[in-house]
């Protein structure tokens, strides 16, 4: 099946405190977005890759893409106000069947295994979400109390969350005007089953300078 890559390259730099986008930001002199791209042509270096972004960061990205990933055909797409409207920005790029894997731009260290895993729980399931286990204690506040909850109940989500594109386009016509966080809550908010695969722990996603280091 014809495999897609949506990055999604929202970040301004506001929790950075960066007057770069997060997404461009250089680790040992390579761009994030670089590095997240890569790994998904390291996987398949036939997946076509969808990249989304404000309009005020597109002529950067095509001095990065120019310097660093010349020879790739990538497709590039204005995103909108929030994350919901910037997929769906990516996915109206894409017109064929096949399966599609939306990725956070700053998440350079996702694993080859992890982007594979994905995409074979998306082409026998139509989903396939990455998420890895809490190892904290958490509890869950309500005003002014708080309780205890039981951890094993409870995954932390990440990206890639790669599904088959005629299911995902659907939900977000079914459910694509909520105030969603990640796919995976529209496709299971048109009625869909999610289903999930190993992410890895160090597949974090790059918000703060704590992270960058």
Known sequence: MKKYAIIVAGGIGTRMKSDVP???????????????????????????IVVVLPEQHVDEWNEIKSTYLSSTDINLTVGGKSRTESVMSGLAKIDETGLVAIHDAVRPFVSIKTIADSFASASKHQSGVATVALKDSIREIDADTSTARDRSNYVLVQTPQTFDIAALKSAYKISGDGSYTDDASVFE?????????????????????????
């Open 189 to 213: 908010a048109a009625g869909n089953k999610v289903h999930l695969v190993d992410g890895t722990y160090d597949n974090i996603k790059i918000t703060t300078p704590e992270d960058l280091k």
């Open 22 to 48: 997060k997404q461009f930001l250089e680790i040992d002199g390579i761009p994030i977005i670089v590095r997240s791209i890569q790994k998904f042509l390291d996987f398949d270096n036939s997946v076509s």
